[in-house]
């Protein structure tokens, strides 16, 4: 089968450049051997009518990559907007923090809408959509006529009804999801969650996971992701002599070394893990010089309020734990916002002790499952992880714990540090059989193989989209304007 996936970030995957994301990361890997189509934004935008939307088509592995000048006049609201600022706060339970007008939606829309059109070159595959940037975009494939396979895998977590009622406008999108053949979610919750709201707030029919709307049938269902650990391995061996780990290595003098690897997003819990080396160092002085954090905390969307708060908080914490803990000869926390690329990240995580994942709320966390895989199999460090995150349903021979609970995750960074090796061993050993039973390529191969069987079953012929579901941007405009 054919494939074209689309998301709105994509990788090129060069040996030196730093990973955008745990999306990008994630998809690399499948588009290099499977020959697929990766569709995305060029992170350019331009004005005007734009004739020839894909600004460049090059060679990605056995695939291509092909990228995208998005519309100007809507990108702003588009991505910034409702995408950063209602959706992504709302799918990580974080409703206080949607900030959203209704011109947002309709740009939202316009760019969903654009991305279709620009889609239409490729008719006769199946359409692998990613992420919350594109929950309406197979409505919109399908308002054009396109009757071929579309799958969608959120990559975010899918929050309780109450929360997603929050969301402008969010009955309506939610019906547009349903015009997609297979829906997939990261943990039984998240779709259990999702089954829910379509259920009682949108009152379709629901059986065995099987969504009956005016779209037709769709499937909702579950589908870890995962990483390839054997690479993943190979790739920290080799990184051991790369020139930032050397000087990683030399500088620690025999300490232990905790590190934390984050975009800098209030979902992370980067402000109570902190916290928690804070009150680690105060509770047990002794491990003052025995053990020091590497925070690296990439900034993003930085043109978001929440965010820049949030860059301003982290920074001012760091410093005042430096201050209070730090000797003239040692620093507790090194703290970096700078993006390292995953050939530097997996030595870096080899080199620590213990792997520091601590989300408020997360999809499902890739940092904590390369960790993992990074480790000497003779000397594994010990991984620390949020009962929140996705990855906690695989890997729960992690010391897992609740990152709001800022008192017990200093207790159980300090019972990681006496950890002794033969309880290392075992945990990360049962992990490890995880990571290679769920790898990515099997995370791809389930997808796939479900959205064709779903297509299947009875999704080539759609009748006509609900009228919940504005058909027309002529409509949406007036809808809300």
């Known amino acids: 089968m054919n494939l074209v996936v689309v998301s709105n970030r994509v990788s090129r ?27 995305g934004s060029s992170g350019r935008v331009r004005d005007g009518n734009l004739k020839e939307p894909f600004a460049e088509v090059e060679a990605l592995g056995a695939g291509a990559l092909a990228t995208l000048d998005l519309p100007a006049a809507h990108y702003g609201g588009y991505y910034e907007g409702f995408a950063n600022s209602a959706l992504w706060p709302a799918l990580h339970s974080r409703s206080d923090l949607i900030r959203v007008s209704r011109e947002d939606y309709v740009s939202y829309r316009e760019v969903n809408a654009f991305m279709a059109r620009a889609l239409l070159r490729f008719r006769k595959t199946a359409f692998w959509v990613q992420d919350y940037h594109f929950l309406a975009l197979g409505a919109e494939l399908r308002d054009l006529g396109v009757d071929d396979p579309i799958g969608f895998f959120l990559h975010t977590p899918w929050p309780v009804a109450a929360v997603m009622q929050g969301v402008p406008n969010h009955r309506e999108l939610i019906t547009a999801m349903l015009a997609y053949d297979l829906l997939g979610f990261q943990t039984e919750e998240d779709c259990e969650n999702f089954l829910s709201y379509v259920q009682h707030d949108l009152d379709f029919e629901l059986r065995d996971g099987v969504i009956n709307s005016s779209f037709g049938r769709t499937r909702a269902a579950v589908f870890p992701i995962g990483i390839d650990p054997g690479k993943f391995a190979q790739q920290a061996t080799k990184a051991m002599t790369h020139p930032d780990v050397s000087r990683l290595r030399r500088s620690l003098n025999g300490e232990r070394l905790a590190i934390g690897v984050d975009r800098l997003d209030y979902s992370k819990g980067l402000v ?9 160092w105060t509770l047990h002085p002794n491990l003052k010089r025995s053990v020091s954090l590497l925070q690296i905390a990439n900034p993003s969307r930085g043109g978001i309020e929440a965010y820049g708060s949030l860059q301003s908080e982290v920074a001012r914490l760091v410093s005042d734990v430096n201050g209070r803990h730090g000797e003239v000869d040692w620093t507790p926390i090194r703290y970096l916002n700078k993006g390292f690329s995953q050939a530097v990240l997996a030595g870096l995580y080899r080199t620590a002790q213990i792997g520091v994942v601590t989300p408020l709320h997360d999809g499902m966390n890739l940092v904590a499952k390369e960790y993992v895989a990074a480790q000497n199999p003779a000397d594994p460090g010990v991984l620390v992880l949020s009962k929140f995150a996705g990855a906690a349903n695989e890997l729960d021979t992690a010391l897992l714990v609740n990152p709001h609970d800022v008192d017990g995750m200093a207790r159980t960074l300090a019972i990681a540090l006496a950890m002794p090796l033969t309880e290392r061993r075992m945990r990360w050993e049962a992990m490890m059989e995880k990571l290679n039973s769920g790898t990515i390529q099997q995370w791809f191969a389930d997808f796939i193989e479900a959205l064709q069987d779903t297509h299947n079953a009875g999704n080539a012929a759609l009748p006509e989209p609900p009228t919940l579901w504005p058909r027309r941007t002529a409509d949406l405009a007036a809808r809300y304007h």
Do not use: H, Q, Y
Not at 13 to 34: D, H, I, R, S, Y
Not at 272 to 280: G, L, T, V
């Open 272 to 280: 109570n893990r902190i916290s928690a080396f804070d009150k680690m």
């Open 13 to 39: 995957g060069k040996p030196n450049e730093p990973m955008t994301g745990g999306l990008a990361a994630a998809l690399l890997p499948v588009v290099e051997k499977t020959g697929a189509i990766w569709v």
